[in-house]
């Protein structure tokens, strides 16, 4: 080796322990504001813990931290007259400045005493009406578990009291209730079911349309909702999205399987608050349809669009737009060669298309000292069809099936938040809502028959909910909160008038004890409303039109136990009491709106029902420290309903037990640059009710005939799955590149859904869920 090689060799391996001996840094910055009034707090101190950094925000609220190195963080804020508040586990990567909005409680004065410690609780709601049931989430969380692919329903179903629907599906069955009873909010205001691949009448679909780009920490409340939470049953996904970064343009972009995105943000001009965000996503199998690679017998496509623009200004209060919207198809083409037919089931083509959008509007003003009025406008669209071909022996097409639906719904909604003191909050609204719903349904019951109208329906409604709730701190440790909620229909003059109250009580620093009432109520699906027979004079009418809300007494006893800053075991026993809920009119059916998931129900229907569902629910959970985190909880629960007939059966979702594990450990280099991570969850729970099949029936018929006298009374076999993700983080100079693979069901154990009468084989067939899925993705920040 010459003297010129060496030297040559000798400066690059210089360069690259330099290189690796850098210590990447970046910003830590954000604003601290009163929780209730959304005001900046001037004077507050916001240190490093741990170490001697800190800061004070300016008059505005503003803080920054510049030259962070790489790491996790938890930050202390302590504010006069106010909590002090920890801001635990933030990861600061080098691909993205670190933009927070951290919220303080104000203190309890008596006199010239402070009489109230700060909480630094882990998961505390971010809406401080909600005491019961309820914990907020965050963004690393839905990323973080193990096949939560950043989708919230998924990681929702690691919580106590929470099973999923379907492997293939986001739906989620909160304490054996219906999916249907799940209210969607963002930014305040109601929204759509915001899934690709949502059928008419469901609360989930196959993937998610929201991106973790835009959501910021967010509330989920899974019983006694507070009155500001109207029309939902079962429980509520509260929403919120973080604002762009109005400082600096920052990109990321992800590939895997799931699809390709791309999402940026950063300011709209030079020293203006404001600031866009935006993301846009096109699936991957649509790109290797097109490209002739093809993995499944059915094609499926689907892209969204989801955007975030913040508009403040000096006088008039702050204004946002926000967005989501997304196009979904999935479709199955016959092939024309009965060669290649090996059941009656290649004759049928399907196709199924599930589009929904978005347009929202917030303002946010303060219109005293102590008032706070955020008001929104919102416009959304579901479109959602299904068709289903038969192909003949002359290979022509004839359509057997078409249904088609779309919702349109104008919404409107002013929330005033008034504090009368350190004591006392009162937070009042009014939400409107016009509702334009069209549905069509035909089928050809025999190939030879004509196409048969089921319904055909075009019409429109109004919806208008008040809420007014007051929070009063009784002293330091016990804290009231109360409300009223009224829902009213104009389609039918139906209306409900429903009393919400907790009470919590600060038993110890480590102890806390609530209890939460609340009376729900939900309409029923539109294809409900509008489902149409003939009578005797052949006209068409409407049984429906006039059912009360399905109805529920929610009873709630909580109990918090924090073993240590890092460690909580919470444990809550509810009831609750189902009533006026749509059952058939014909006491030998065993029919009742209670055990629907998704789709309409055309039948004639009485509000005649009642269920029941109580249980406990125990967690364990140590939040992340020291690069490790687990959750384990346990749910003991029955599920119940009563039918036309006066009868009591189980209902489709009472598995009567759910265990969860979730745990996770990151492995960090000593240079903080490289980060690879394991996180893994198990379920194991009781299998959802069946109804046995009337095998003699179903040949006779040719299609599946139950045993309406057994209505689920056989259980399917227990439901086991194991997930798990890996992934390896590197931190590079303004870059931040994250490789991960989760593989759902890892096991791949053969979970069954449920069975059905074969026509093909005259037999019950069993179906199963999905087996091991692996899902691959790539990210880069910069």
């Not at 004890?513 to 539109?526: I, N, T």
């Amino acid at each position: 080796m010459n003297i010129k090689t060496r030297i040559v060799l000798l400066a690059c391996l210089t360069y690259f322990r330099i290189a690796a001996a850098q210590n990447y840094t970046q910003t830590i910055r954000g604003v601290v504001v009163d929780k209730v009034l959304q005001m900046p707090i001037a004077g507050a101190t916001v240190a490093v813990v741990g170490s001697p950094q800190g800061v004070v925000t300016d008059t505005a609220g503003n803080f920054v931290l510049v030259d962070m190195p790489v790491a996790t963080y938890a930050l202390i804020v302590t504010a006069v007259g106010f909590k002090d508040h920890v801001v635990s586990n933030i990861t600061i990567n080098t691909g993205k400045e670190v933009v927070l909005t951290i919220m303080l409680d104000e203190k309890i004065l008596q006199g010239r005493e402070i009489v109230v410690k700060g909480n630094r609780k882990k998961n505390i709601p971010l809406n401080q009406m909600s005491v019961v049931s309820a914990r907020s989430f965050s963004v690393e969380e839905t990323q973080k578990y193990a096949a939560a692919v950043n989708d919230p329903a998924r990681m929702a179903a690691n919580f106590a009291g929470v099973m999923a629907g379907d492997d293939g599906n986001n739906q989620i069955v909160i304490r054996g209730n219906s999916p249907s009873g799940l209210l969607w909010r963002m930014e305040g205001i109601d929204v759509p079911n915001p899934n690709h691949f949502a059928s008419a009448g469901s609360s989930g679909g196959g993937i998610s349309i929201l991106s973790t780009q835009l959501l910021s920490n967010s509330d989920f409340v899974t019983g006694a909702f507070a009155a500001e939470y109207g029309n939902a049953m079962s429980g509520v996904f509260d929403l919120k999205l973080r604002k762009g970064n109005n400082q600096q343009r920052e990109y990321t972009a992800q590939a895997g399987i799931l699809g390709l995105n791309l999402a940026a943000e950063g300011p709209f001009v030079k020293n203006y608050k404001g600031s866009y965000l935006f993301n846009y996503r096109y699936s991957t199998l649509s790109v290797l349809s097109k490209l002739g690679f093809s993995f499944t017998p059915s094609t499926t496509n689907f892209q969204d669009l989801s955007y975030h623009f913040y508009l403040p200004t000096k006088r008039f209060g702050d204004f946002s737009l926000f967005s989501f919207g997304g196009l979904s198809k999935q479709f199955y083409d016959v092939v024309k060669d009965s060669t290649k037919w090996k059941s009656e089931g290649d004759k049928y083509g399907d196709q199924f298309i599930s589009n929904t959008g978005l347009w929202g509007a917030t303002h946010q003003v303060h219109t005293g000292r102590n008032q706070l009025l955020k008001t929104a406008l919102a416009y959304s669209v579901m479109n959602s069809s299904y068709n289903r071909d038969y192909v003949q022996e002359n290979y022509s097409m004839l359509n057997v099936y078409d249904q088609k639906s779309v919702t349109k719904k104008l919404t409107f909604s002013s929330v005033l938040n008034q504090r009368f003191n350190s004591r006392m909050m009162l937070r009042s609204g009014v939400i409107a809502s016009h509702i334009q719903f069209d549905f069509a349904e035909q089928i050809r019951e025999k190939k030879s028959d004509p196409l048969k109208e089921l319904v055909n329906v075009s019409a429109s409604t109004q919806t208008i909910q008040l809420f007014s709730q007051l929070q009063y701190k009784l002293s330091g440790k016990l804290v009231f909160t109360g409300g009223l909620h009224y829902l009213l229909l104009l389609l039918n003059q139906t209306n409900s008038l429903e009393p919400r109250a907790s009470l919590k009580w600060d038993i110890h620093p480590r102890h806390s004890l609530a209890f939460g009432y609340g009376k729900h109520s939900q309409l029923q699906g539109w294809g409900v409303y509008f489902a149409n027979r003939l009578n005797a004079s052949g006209q068409k009418i409407l049984p429906n039109r006039d059912l009360n809300f399905s109805k529920a007494n929610h009873y709630v006893l909580s109990h918090h136990f924090s073993i240590s800053k890092s460690l909580l075991i919470k444990t809550e026993i509810y009831y609750q009491y189902l009533y006026h809920i749509p059952v058939s009119i014909y006491d030998t059916s065993t029919l009742s709106a209670i055990n629907t998931q998704a789709d309409f129900i055309r039948d004639e229907m009485v509000n005649q029902g009642k269920g029941k569902n109580y249980g406990i629910e125990i967690s364990v959970e140590k939040q992340l420290s020291r690069n490790f985190y687990y959750m384990f909880s346990t749910s003991l629960y029955q599920s119940k309903y009563t039918a036309a007939n006066g009868k009591e059966y189980n209902t489709k979702f009472n598995g009567n037990q759910i265990f969860n594990l979730t745990a996770g450990k990151d492995f960090v280099s000593a240079s903080e640059r490289r980060t690879f991570g394991i996180n893994i969850k198990s379920v194991y729970a009781g299998g959802y009710r069946t109804t046995p099949i009337d095998l003699e029936q179903s040949v006779a018929k040719e299609t599946t005939v139950y045993i309406q006298d057994k209505a689920y009374t056989s259980q399917l076999p227990a439901y086991f799955r194991s997930d798990i993700r890996l992934s390896m983080k590197w931190n590079r100079k303004h870059l931040t590149s994250t490789l991960s693979l989760d593989i759902q069901n890892m096991t791949n154990r053969q979970n069954v859904y449920d069975q059905f009468y074969d026509v093909d084989t005259r037999a019950v067939k069993t179906y199963y869920q999905t087996g091991l899925l692996p899902i691959l993705n790539y990210k880069v920040e910069f």
